[in-house]
């Protein structure tokens, strides 16, 4: 089983949809949480660290449950440029310090 | 400023030979990690150091692999005797930060392809 599990997609939504992205951990130790963002052919860039009470930033919310090793990312009023992989990441600490990728949920916006 | 460089943006070369995979993080940043990342996957840890010292070299495939960051600034990946199974995008990323928290952002290179022919 795969540290971090996310549905590959892709997701295909029209403009102004609100879709929402999963992510599952099976590591209990991981202590910080982060949705990357990536663009095709581009490197990951940081698109919001994930808090334990839930966080949002304009249109995106992102939610952690420890208790059941999920997160999620919710975009809401989807815009053509939001299309592209997201990237569910844990950070491990344990004899550690380093981020685990999951392999990414392919969004593609349409008009 | 500058962001993470790499260089160089694309290797080919013949099964068995050597390559070294140059990266040059962001000034200042105190870690460096190195990724391997398929087509569509995510990127996959190799190796990272904080400043100089390489600590934890686990998701290195094999002994075929080294890494090494002398100064605690440019670091070398290297790949003795290629494979065609070594056929990747390598990437590092860098961070101020040598642990998570509040803040914490690895910023990434735009990678290497390595092909192996």
């Known amino acids: 089983r795969k540290e971090v599990e996310q549905d590959p997609g892709p997701f295909n939504v029209p403009e102004g949809a609100t879709v929402a992205f999963n992510c599952t951990y099976s590591n209990s130790a991981s202590q910080s949480f982060f949705w990357y963002r990536q663009d095709c052919r581009k490197e990951p860039k940081l698109l919001m660290s994930v808090y334990s009470s839930g966080n949002e930033d304009g249109r995106f919310t992102a939610q952690l449950n420890r208790a059941s090793q999920y997160i999620s990312l919710l975009i809401r009023d989807s815009k053509l440029s939001d299309s592209a992989t997201y990237l569910c990441?844990?950070?491990?600490?344990?004899?550690?310090?380093?981020?685990?990728f999951g392999t990414g949920t392919r969004l593609q916006v349409f008009p | 400023g500058a962001g993470v460089s790499q260089s160089p943006r694309y290797k080919v070369t013949k099964r068995g030979q050597d390559v070294a995979l140059r990266c040059d993080p962001i000034s200042g940043h105190v870690s460096l990690y190195w990724y391997r990342q398929a087509l569509g996957q995510g990127p996959e840890f190799l190796t990272y150091?904080?400043?100089?010292?390489?600590?934890?070299k686990s998701g290195l495939p094999n002994d075929r692999f080294s890494a090494e960051r002398p100064e605690g600034s440019i670091s070398t990946l290297t790949i003795q005797r290629t494979e065609q199974r070594d056929s990747a995008m390598y990437r590092c990323?860098?961070?101020?930060?040598?642990?998570?928290?509040?803040?914490?952002?690895?910023?990434f290179g735009p990678g290497t392809r390595l092909t192996v022919t």
């Open positions: 990323a860098s961070s101020s930060l040598l642990t998570s928290g509040d803040n914490y952002e690895q910023y």
């Open positions: 150091f904080n400043y100089e010292a390489q600590q934890d």
């Open positions: 990441v844990v950070w491990v600490s344990y004899n550690t310090d380093k981020l685990i």
